[in-house]
């Protein structure tokens, strides 16, 4: 997420894991890509987008880069109380461990809007 949006990973970050990835591990890697998350830039990213019996986080995101791009909505996270006496995903009411994200764009006529 951090390498996505802030266009750079420094050598030595966490999510390496000690682990030597050649020139990726040991220098700063970059991008310059100008990516946004669309649940950032609106109401924050969600709390989970994956709930299961071992794991409950995020990891689905909505990445856009143009300028053009407004995101105008996003779809409602889920909230861990909507889902009562559910101990993970999936489940007969919710068919997969993933929950839905979306959001509707419009296009801009202008950068600056």
Same mark, same amino acid.
């Given at each position: 997420?951090?390498?996505?949006?802030?266009? &750079?990973?420094?050598?030595?970050? *966490?999510? %390496?894991? /000690?682990?030597d990835?050649? +020139?990726?591990?040991?220098?700063k890697?970059?991008?310059?890509?100008?990516l946004?998350?669309a649940?950032?830039?609106?109401?924050?990213?969600? &709390?989970?987008?994956?709930?299961t *019996?071992? %794991?409950? /986080?995020?990891?689905?995101? +909505?990445f856009?880069?143009?300028?053009?791009?407004?995101?105008?909505g996003?779809?409602?996270?889920?909230?861990?109380?909507?889902?009562?006496g559910?101990?993970?995903?999936?489940?007969?009411?919710?068919?997969s461990?993933?929950?839905p +994200?979306?959001?509707e764009?419009?296009?801009?006529?202008?950068?600056?809007?």
């Amino acid at each position: 997420y951090q390498f996505l949006t802030a266009g &750079s990973l420094p050598s030595g970050h *966490a999510e %390496f894991l /000690g682990h030597d990835y050649g +020139i990726s591990s040991s220098k700063k890697i970059n991008h310059s890509l100008s990516l946004y998350s669309a649940y950032d830039v609106t109401c924050g990213e969600p &709390s989970f987008t994956n709930f299961t *019996a071992d %794991f409950t /986080g995020v990891l689905d995101y +909505i990445f856009f880069a143009s300028p053009l791009l407004k995101v105008v909505g996003v779809l409602e996270p889920m909230r861990k109380d909507m889902l009562p006496g559910i101990v993970g995903l999936p489940h007969p009411q919710y068919p997969s461990d993933h929950l839905p +994200i979306a959001c509707e764009f419009v296009l801009s006529q202008n950068v600056n809007n």
